[in-house]
């Protein structure tokens, strides 16, 4: 929820608690239903660092 709550495509700078926002996400345990959000929300916003989309769709593919 948080990183939903500071994505925000009406600013122009990147808050820098997305940075260790998305390091807590990498390193945690995530349902496919939560990585399947997650993904989506990138893709419908087109952001997001490469480091977690990549490591989200690694992720997917493992639990496929």
Do not use: W
């Not at 994505?7 to 990147?14: A, D, G, I, Q």
């Not at 926002?21 to 952001?47: C, I, K, P, T």
Request: aromatic residues 10%; proline residues 2%.
């Amino acid at each position: 929820m948080a990183l939903f709550g500071f994505y925000n495509p009406e600013l122009s700078k990147r808050f820098s608690i997305l940075d260790h926002l998305e390091s807590v996400v990498v390193s945690q345990e995530l349902s496919s239903d939560a990585v399947q959000a997650l993904l989506n929300f990138y893709n419908e916003r087109q952001m997001g660092s490469r480091v977690v989309i990549e490591s989200l769709l690694a992720r997917q593919q493992s639990l496929a």
